[in-house]
């Protein structure tokens, strides 16, 4: 499958540790499915470290190449923190207080301390226009097309349904798992000749080795009467050899 | 942290099943973790689509950049895996079946059809090096600088481990967790002058948002007597708020 550029995206994520090992990233999983929901194909996914070069440099060309950019990471309060002020230099845009995010966590932390710390979640790009947070109060931003959001995935998950309308939707990628329960070796040859019939159809195959091995196949397409066609063919194939 | 060249890596993700979200990736995790305990920084990860031209420049342009490079999926035997044809071409060799693997999977496939499908995971690069795979025979192999495994993270496992002997060591990457029980904002602003004095040590900050919100502060460095220094600080921080 082919996407026109409008309806293709790039997932960033930024975080040293994904990078370590020590964190496995949940986000790309979930921004794709929502978005594969919504029509976008989301092409490739970068994780880089919190380090302004390289996330200038990512931004700009992910923005040369996809329609919709999200990032993860780096916008909380602490040092290495440094997303929106990296952003602000993608867009040359002055990095300062955003007066509704500011206001916002100045009333979640009335009776406590409203540090550096807590205020500087507040700076972004000045053309930033919010994604709320109804969790932590944080706001995230979006500048044109690069929607900016946080590392934690259970903060991440409430903020990007507020993108639902914001994002243009293509057709909706539909898509048909099917458990062959064989392995992967026995149904290459053939699977090969269907995916050949279908070209708007991608074919993933997916082999696991549980407890007995077995190989998971996977149809994906905008095409609802081809998708169908060619899960019947999948599906007879099977057959031959159970 | 800076690290020399030799001592990094790049790891690109190969597989459209990550990018369409169905599934979540935990091979790069795994695959940092041993490269941490040996002094080797992953600086990248890329997750791309079962395109070659795609691969091939990913390729490329992380062997300009890294000294090692692992590549997971698409090395089975169904239309899709198309990784180890790439790489043959970002070498510029021969695309072949390989003596040993070749024989190593018809052996395992003795007492069945030893299909092309089969036969075609013996294929790889004319110069490629085995990397044994005691769980289902099919290699994974190395060109040079370029390792290229399975996606399947429980073979991909088990793998892994025959290199070993192959990578050199760099100096082991010390990693302390400190789960302070406080707000990542309570910690900022202090932390980020620990931070400022030990330039050597990473010091990451990972809030998280449980039953309970709270922190978990990740010191890295190859330092042992600076990140056993920077930890005694970290922790009288956490004291003063507790």
Redesign the interface.
Known sequence: MEFKKEFTAGII?IG???????????N?????????EKGI?????????DKEQIIIDTVNEFRSKFAYIFTTGGI??????ITSESISKVFNQKYQYHKEAYKLLEDY?KNQ?F????K??AKMPENAKLIPNP??FAAGFYVENVFVLP??P??LQVMVPYLDKIIKNGKK?L?I?IDSGLR??????R??EI??KYKNI????????KDK?GTVL?L?SVDEIQIKKCETEVKKLIQIYK
């Open positions: 994520i040293n540790e994904i990078l370590s090992g020590r964190t496995v990233d949940k790309t999983s979930f921004i794709a499915t929502w978005l594969n194909s989301v092409e490739e996914v970068r994780v880089i470290p909380g309060p602490t040092h290495d923190d932390y301390d540090n550096e710390g807590r500087k979640m969790k932590t590392g934690v259970n903060i990628i898509s798992s992967e070796s026995v149904l290459a040859d699977l090969s995916q050949n991608d074919i993933g195959s997916y082999p696991y080795f091995p996977v994906r």
